[in-house]
């Protein structure tokens, strides 16, 4: 398309660019999140490709919408993305690679991973302080399996580690973003072990 074309016909010139530079920006964020061996910061991204980060998000946003019903999946968490398997793949996956993908989580487990999901970012001692018992065990193992993290530190006396939930926690539940989990009204260990179950096919 020539100078003169475009002003020949400003609005419909400029329409059509922006979408064929909409159209390309989403292929290069799909490309980025298919390359990527962790999950990409939507900042990282937007620098790589020279383009806002509110852009790239505009991006991600479509791309979440095209993948709907697909076998892979956008999981969006804490300004990073992923592209993962659809969970309902779960199984065949399992089977496939020869993997365990669905190990069960203890019910104290459950109860602490619930109290961490809902509340994040939360504190040990707060975490305690609902449950009522000691949650040291239990936090290790969630860090271990890699359903939580360290994402920072109050700031008060000691400054408590803060916990909040990881992309693996997603993966694990079969959800997209944190604000998929079911409505707190209802118990939460009970609607995580659901999910749970969802996810595995």
Sequence with gaps: MTAADLNAHPPAAAAAAVEIADARLLLLVESLLFVAAEPAATARMAQALGVSEERVQAALAQLEIDLQGRGVRLQVHRGAAQLVSAPEAAEAIE?????????????????????????????????????????????????SRGLVEEVGRLEQAGRPILYGTTFAFLQYFGIE?????????????EALAERAQMGEG
């Design 95 to 143: 089977a496939f690679l020869g993997l365990d993908l669905t190990s069960k989580l203890s019910r104290p487990a459950l109860e602490t991973l619930s109290i961490i999901a809902y509340r994040q970012p939360v504190t040990r001692p707060q975490i305690e302080a609902i449950r009522g018992v000691n949650s040291d065990g239990v936090l290790r193992t969630l860090l």
């Design 177 to 189: 973003r944190v604000q998929d989990l079911p409505p707190l009204e209802e118990d939460a260990a």
